[in-house]
T-cell receptor, first 115, second 111 residues
Framework: GAGVSQSPSNKVTEKGKDVELRCDPISGHTALYWYRQSLGQGLEFLIYFQGNSAPDKSGLPSDRFSAERTGGSVSTLTIQRTQQEDSAVYLC?????????????FGPGTRLTVL | LAKTTQPISMDSYEGQEVNITCSHNNIATNDYITWYQQFPSQGPRFIIQGYKTKVTNEVASLFIPADRKSSTLSLPRVSLSDTAVYYCLVGDMDSSYKLIFGSGTRLLVRP
């Protein structure tokens, strides 16, 4: 595709439910990143993928969070047993490779609201 | 863990030059410095990137001193549409190449 796409754009769920957030990176980009942004706050780095591998998962806030990437393309961020503090915009980005010289292209984000 | 520090907010007026400085004391030898711009309800967008000295493009200039422990984003003659949050991004030498965004600077341009 022309850019990074994310779905859904908005998700409202009840506390305790599981949610899946999807990211479609730019075709050919090997690196993929997930960030979280709470209202009025900066970007919190969650996890990155090089191909299908996530070398460092320490940025995930808790063991309720998990992410996977298949086929070197689509990635899914799963939040189990959602809590109200999980409410935020979840942003996905991709870059050609995992280098600080590579521009990260961001998707529009998924706004998650946990009631 | 490497850390970047930026002013939380800045105010300016249309037509003025705005300089936003980011401190990054633990920048690694091979890391570049990248700045992003974010408008409300949008993902961040690349503005400029540099390694040392000065870089200029059609949008901004980036000044990096010899020790590379800081960088300054310069926006010439800002307009109302430059109101946004600006993020500084560098590599994290302590954490296996994790990329860390700064806290962001909220720039407000007034008429």
């Amino acid at each position: 595709g022309a850019g990074v796409s994310q779905s859904p754009s908005n998700k409202v769920t009840e506390k305790g439910k599981d949610v899946e957030l999807r990211c479609d990176p730019i075709s050919g980009h090997t690196a993929l990143y997930w960030y979280r942004q709470s209202l009025g706050q900066g970007l919190e780095f969650l996890i990155y993928f090089q191909g299908n591998s996530a070398p460092d998962k320490s940025g995930l806030p808790s063991d309720r969070f998990s992410a996977e990437r298949t086929g070197g393309s689509v990635s899914t961020l799963t939040i189990q047993r959602t809590q109200q503090e999980d409410s935020a915009v979840y942003l996905c980005a991709s870059s050609l490779a995992y280098l600080s010289t590579d521009t990260q292209y961001f998707g529009p984000g998924t706004r998650l609201t946990v009631l | 863990l490497a850390k970047t520090t930026q002013p939380i907010s800045m105010d300016s007026y249309e037509g003025q030059e705005v300089n936003i400085t980011c401190s990054h004391n633990n920048i690694a030898t091979n890391d570049y410095i990248t700045w992003y711009q974010q408008f409300p309800s949008q993902g961040p967008r690349f503005i400029i990137q540099g390694y040392k000295t000065k870089v200029t493009n059609e949008v901004a200039s980036l000044f990096i001193p010899a020790d590379r422990k800081s960088s300054t984003l310069s926006l010439p003659r800002v307009s109302l549409s430059d109101t946004a949050v600006y993020y500084c991004l560098v590599g994290d030498m302590d954490s296996s190449y994790k990329l860390i965004f700064g806290s962001g600077t909220r720039l407000l341009v007034r008429p």
